[in-house]
């Protein structure tokens, strides 16, 4: 354990090219970039999930009326995740 703890004493953060974070706005934003990330990814398989019902379901009413909304909330997820990002980066950025 001795090795470990002398290795990380002569690791140089920026060197070895390691973000420091010493203030809790940039906490904040990489927490929140992180969580629009996330949103993301779900809102795009939430469509590709939508898009597949829609090819899959054989002319049924039911089965492509499911699928639009599907569709429909993950662009509106998208597009709140867009806007949400931008609102944080102005306020963020300003402050």
């Known amino acids: 354990m001795r090795f470990l703890t002398l290795l990380a004493q002569k690791i140089d953060a920026d060197e070895a090219g390691i973000p420091r974070i010493n203030d809790v706005g940039g906490l904040l934003d990489n927490g929140l970039n992180l969580v629009y990330f996330v949103g993301g990814i779900v809102a795009v398989i939430v469509i590709i999930i939508a898009g597949v019902r829609f090819v899959t379901s054989s002319g049924n009413a039911d089965g492509i009326t499911k ?21 944080t980066q102005f306020v963020i950025g300003v402050f």
């Open 67 to 87: 699928a639009r909304n599907m569709l429909l909330y993950g662009i509106v997820g998208l597009a709140i995740i867009a806007v949400a990002f931008t609102i």
